[in-house]
T-cell receptor, first 115, second 117 residues
C-alpha cells in the first residue's frame, strides 16, 4: 500500500483566484491521479498525472482550468484556476501501479470552498 | 463503457443489525477488478477490498463480507452486527485497464450508511 498526504486539507478562496493542491506519496509509484468529488456526489477522474510529461485529461476537464505537474515519482500538484463557486468540491489525489487492477490508494482530500 | 450502480443512496439501521450494500456493474471486459471503498465523515477514501473477475469466492474479513456473483454482475457488501463507527459513505468501483493511460476507476454513486445507537 501507499501512504498519501495532501496539502492543504481545506481552504476557502475568493472567486477568480487560483489554488494549488500538493500530493505527496511515501513511495515511488507509477501512476498518480486527481479526482473531484462535488458535494454529495461520487468521484470523477480529472486527469492522470504523468511523470515528466503533460497530464492526460478526461472528457470535460482541460489543462487551462486544471494544470497538473508531476516532477518526480512521488509528488504531484493540481491547480484549480480562476475559481468559481462551482469549483467547490473535495479534490482527491490517488496513487497506484500501472498494472491492471492494481489498487489505488487515496489521499485525505482537500476541501475547497469558493465564495 | 463501464458503469457501476449503487441503487441504495441511503440506508439507516440500528446498531447490531446486519446490513447489505448492493453494487451492480456493467463492463465489456472479460478481465476486470472490483473494489469497495469507505469514506467516513472526515473525507478520506479508505480501501476495503479488491477482487478480480476470475475469483468468485466470497470473502470475509471480521464483520465484513463480500458476495461476488458474475452471473448477476453484482458485488455486494455485508456488514454484520453494525456499529456506529461503520457510519460512512461506501463506494463500489470498477477498474478498467486503459493500457498506457493506466487504470481508470469508475465509481458508483455511493451508499450513505447511518448506524444509530
Amino acid at each position: 500500500s501507499a501512504v498519501i498526504s495532501q496539502k492543504p486539507s481545506r481552504d476557502i478562496c475568493q472567486r477568480g483566484t487560483s489554488l494549488t493542491i500538493q500530493c505527496q506519496v511515501d513511495s515511488q509509484v507509477t501512476m498518480m491521479f486527481w479526482y473531484r468529488q462535488q458535494p454529495g456526489q461520487s468521484l470523477t477522474l480529472i486527469a492522470t498525472a504523468n511523470q515528466g510529461s503533460e497530464a492526460t485529461y478526461e472528457s470535460g476537464f482541460v489543462i487551462d482550468k486544471f494544470p497538473i505537474s508531476r516532477p518526480n515519482l512521488t509528488f504531484s500538484t493540481l491547480t484549480v484556476s480562476n475559481m468559481s463557486p462551482e469549483d467547490s468540491s473535495i479534490y482527491l489525489c490517488s496513487a497506484g501501479r500501472q498494472g491492471a487492477g492494481d489498487t489505488q490508494y487515496f489521499g485525505p482530500g482537500t476541501r475547497l470552498t469558493v465564495l | 463503457a463501464q458503469k457501476v450502480t449503487q441503487a441504495q443512496t441511503e440506508i439507516s439501521v440500528v446498531e447490531k443489525e446486519d446490513v447489505t450494500l448492493d453494487c451492480v456493474y456493467e463492463t465489456r471486459d472479460t478481465t476486470y477488478y472490483l473494489f469497495w471503498y469507505k469514506q467516513p465523515p472526515s473525507g478520506e477514501l479508505v480501501f476495503l477490498i479488491r477482487r478480480n473477475s476470475f475469483d468468485e469466492q466470497n470473502e470475509i474479513s471480521g464483520r465484513y463480507s463480500w458476495n461476488f456473483q458474475k452471473s448477476t454482475s453484482s458485488f455486494n457488501f455485508t456488514i454484520t452486527a453494525s456499529q456506529v463507527v461503520d457510519s460512512a459513505v461506501y463506494f463500489c468501483a470498477l477498474s478498467e485497464d486503459r493500457r498506457n493511460a493506466g487504470n481508470m476507476l469508475t465509481f458508483g454513486g455511493g451508499t450513505r450508511l447511518m448506524v444509530k445507537p
